[in-house]
């Protein structure tokens, strides 16, 4: 496995947010781990800080990869059922169990590896860095999606996803840890700042689509259930060369543009080491039963590079 590094020795990952594209995270981690490269800190946002904190909790690489590809898509996608709270179409108890039951209950500061976890207040926009108390509690409000999974409060703050202030926290990680820092990009974001196209959903989508909206609860998902159906009906117009710019995905265009230029500017002012992007374009949010894909994307662009990461250490 990737080897802890308690002397300070070891290279800094910054793991970034990108839902179920955030599952090249493992990949590169697998990668390393080949070739016994130390690690001493994590910083993550998002999909990025609930992956590091697995790994900075201890779990074993390929226990991270079976938690990954055999859990079940519906199953992860049933931790999504709206239930509507304030706040959000989901209120997270959900995500909650399952965290509580896949990891311990230890907290940050106990961990063998340094980790942070950037959130957002929600008041009042700041950049909020979780490096102490329970580590499912900052797990939980690192991935609080903004319109799908309800905010979470800690510290008297109500907290949201990091990836609002912050999608690649490289400077979090130089701030806190120092360096040499390897990063991993993985969202749309990063796929704008390399002038990269967004693949269209991938011909499995149709057919996935449609077997999720024949499961029993989704009768109790009416908002999921008409979010899957616009995507089913943007698939079959892309299909048929008409347009798909619903509003809904010129909202979420506008939104990658943002956090492409927040990228751009704050790695501008404290650049990684080393940039990894993972072709994981043609992975959409929820498409968590693509976790093999996304996980082997990781394994090639860290593969690629490996030397490069190895250089690293020379710098530390």
Not at 56 to 66: H, K, R
Request: glycine share 10%; net charge neutral.
């Amino acid at each position: 496995m990737v080897k802890p590094s308690g002397n300070g020795r070891g290279i800094v990952l910054v793991l970034g947010g990108g839902g179920a594209a955030g599952l090249a995270h493992i990949g590169v981690l697998q990668e390393i781990s080949k070739h016994d490269i130390p690690v001493k800190a994590v910083v993550g946002t998002s999909i990025g800080a609930e992956i590091g904190a697995f790994f900075a909790s201890g779990m074993p690489i390929d226990e991270l990869v079976t938690l990954a590809t055999d859990f079940d898509w519906k199953q992860t996608l049933q931790l999504f059922v709206p239930d509507l709270p304030a706040g959000g179409l989901v209120s997270g108890k959900r995500i909650m169990d399952f965290l509580n039951t896949t990891m311990d209950s230890r907290n940050i500061e106990d961990l063998p590896v340094g980790f942070a976890a950037v959130t957002t207040d929600l008041v009042t926009g700041k950049e909020v860095i979780l490096d102490r108390g329970r580590l499912v509690d900052a797990i939980r409000a690192s991935i609080s999606i903004p319109g799908l999974i309800a905010p979470y409060q800690v510290n008297q703050r109500w907290l949201i996803d990091g990836g609002v202030v912050n999608p690649v926290p490289v400077d979090v990680a130089r701030d806190r840890f120092g360096g040499p820092v390897l990063a991993v990009a993985v969202h749309a974001a990063a796929l704008i700042r390399g002038n990269k196209k967004i693949s269209a959903p991938s011909e499995e989508w149709p057919a996935r689509a449609r077997q999720l909206l024949k499961q029993p609860w989704m009768k109790r998902a009416e908002p999921l259930r008409e979010w899957l159906e616009i995507q089913l009906d943007n698939y079959q117009k892309a299909q048929s060369g008409k347009s798909t710019w619903t509003t809904r995905r010129v909202l979420d265009q506008a939104i990658n543009i943002t956090q492409a230029e927040i990228v751009r500017l704050r790695t501008e002012r404290k650049p990684p080491e080393l940039m990894l992007e993972p072709d994981v374009g043609r992975i959409g949010l929820l498409e968590f039963y693509r976790g093999k894909e996304a996980i082997a994307a990781g394994q090639t662009v860290a593969r690629e590079r490996i030397n490069e990461i190895k250089g690293l250490l020379e710098t530390n």
